[in-house]
């Protein structure tokens, strides 16, 4: 099971101007860095996560089909499948119907089932599922506490920005970070 990002976020959950007001900065001196900085921030909480804050399109590469019939799909929220495509051992592409398929999106992890899919003729990455996931197009869907987590992580990089390198970011995990974001771990048994 691999996943590939095939289309970015179109937007981050935080704009400058929110993250400058978070600072306390008025110049556009520190522009580019705070920009990296956001992203840097939003890259790293959705990988600690397993969400997709923004919405995105991901590609799913699965070998076989699982046994119970039910995928998993591990990032979250699932907005929607576009595509389900099977490969046929001499490497023909062969698209699956959606219209008899099921998907929990907001189930955690997603689960999407479909009815008596063909058997991929290749025995790696013979799947590939194209779905996107995100709480929606902009920063107000995005829920608060999350951007919180990200404003405080910023500042914290920030801080340090003289200190370590920006592509050697994050330098470190600021306190009360872990807390705002423990409800959206995903836990397992």
């Given at each position: 099971?691999?996943?590939?990002?095939?289309?970015?976020?179109?937007?981050e959950?935080?704009?400058?101007?929110?993250?400058?007001?978070?600072?306390?900065?008025?110049?556009?001196?520190?522009?580019?860095?705070?920009?990296?900085?956001?992203?840097?921030?939003r890259?790293?909480?959705?990988?600690?996560?397993?969400?997709?804050?923004i919405?995105q399109?991901?590609?799913?590469?699965?070998?076989?089909?699982?046994?119970?019939?039910?995928?998993?799909?591990?990032?979250?929220?699932?907005?929607?499948?576009?595509?389900v495509?099977?490969?046929?051992?001499?490497?023909?592409?062969?698209?699956?119907?959606l219209?008899?398929?099921?998907?929990d999106?907001?189930?955690?992890?997603?689960?999407?089932w479909?009815?008596?899919?063909?058997?991929?003729?290749?025995?790696?990455?013979?799947?590939?599922?194209?779905?996107?996931?995100?709480?929606?197009?902009?920063?107000?869907d995005?829920?608060?506490?999350?951007?919180?987590?990200?404003?405080?992580?910023?500042?914290?990089?920030?801080?340090?920005?003289?200190?370590?390198s920006?592509d050697?970011q994050?330098?470190?995990?600021p306190?009360?970070?872990?807390?705002l974001?423990?409800?959206?771990?995903?836990?397992?048994?």
């Amino acid at each position: 099971m691999t996943y590939a990002l095939t289309t970015p976020p179109a937007a981050e959950p935080l704009t400058l101007a929110e993250v400058k007001a978070h600072l306390r900065l008025d110049g556009a001196d520190e522009d580019a860095l705070l920009a990296s900085l956001i992203r840097t921030a939003r890259e790293h909480l959705e990988r600690e996560t397993g969400l997709c804050l923004i919405s995105q399109a991901w590609r799913l590469h699965l070998d076989r089909w699982p046994k119970d019939g039910i995928i998993h799909i591990s990032k979250f929220p699932v907005q929607s499948v576009e595509t389900v495509t099977v490969y046929e051992a001499d490497g023909t592409a062969v698209d699956i119907p959606l219209q008899d398929h099921l998907l929990d999106g907001v189930g955690r992890p997603a689960r999407l089932w479909l009815r008596n899919p063909p058997e991929p003729g290749q025995a790696v990455n013979g799947i590939e599922i194209d779905f996107s996931a995100g709480y929606g197009e902009a920063g107000t869907d995005v829920p608060d506490t999350l951007k919180r987590a990200m404003s405080i992580h910023i500042g914290h990089m920030f801080a340090f920005r003289g200190a370590i390198s920006p592509d050697q970011q994050p330098a470190g995990i600021p306190d009360g970070y872990e807390r705002l974001i423990a409800p959206f771990r995903m836990r397992r048994l």
